[in-house]
Nanobody
Framework: QVQLVESGGGLVQPGGSLRLSCAVS????????MGWYRQGPGPQREWVAH???????NYADSVNGRFTISRDNANNMVYLQMNSLKPEDTAVYYC??????????WGQGTQVTVSS
C-alpha cells in the first residue's frame, strides 16, 4: 500500500511563507499527477493544486499566484511552496493523487495555521 507522509506545516503570521513536503512511497515516475488538498473547519476537503508527470500545474483560484507546486521524481517528493499566507489558508494539508478517483489512503496531513 502506498504511503503518503506530509510535513512542513506550522504557525505563521499573515504574509509569511511555508514549504510543505510530501514523501511518497511509490515511484513518482509511475504516477500521472499528484495534488495538494486541504481541510479547514468545514467538512469538505478542498483541492489546492496539482502537478502532472510532465510538469503541468493547476491551482485553485484562492491560491493562484501565491502557491507553487513542484515534484522531485528522483526522490519521490512533492512540494507546496506557500507565500503571502492568509488566515483563510489555515487548514490541514494533504497530498494525494490527482484526480481523487485514483486516490491512495490519506496520510496524517500537516497543520498550517496562519495567525497573528
Amino acid at each position: 500500500q502506498v504511503q503518503l507522509v506530509e510535513s512542513g506545516g506550522g504557525l505563521v503570521q499573515p504574509g509569511g511563507s511555508l514549504r510543505l513536503s510530501c514523501a511518497v512511497s511509490e515511484n513518482l515516475f509511475s504516477i500521472y499527477a499528484m495534488g495538494w488538498y486541504r481541510q479547514g473547519p468545514g467538512p469538505q476537503r478542498e483541492w489546492v493544486a496539482h502537478i502532472t508527470s510532465t510538469g503541468d500545474t493547476n491551482y485553485a483560484d484562492s491560491v493562484n499566484g501565491r502557491f507553487t507546486i513542484s515534484r522531485d521524481n528522483a526522490n519521490n517528493m512533492v512540494y507546496l511552496q506557500m507565500n503571502s499566507l492568509k488566515p483563510e489558508d489555515t487548514a490541514v494539508y494533504y497530498c494525494n493523487q490527482w484526480p481523487l478517483v485514483r486516490a491512495y489512503n490519506w496520510g496524517q496531513g500537516t497543520q498550517v495555521t496562519v495567525s497573528s
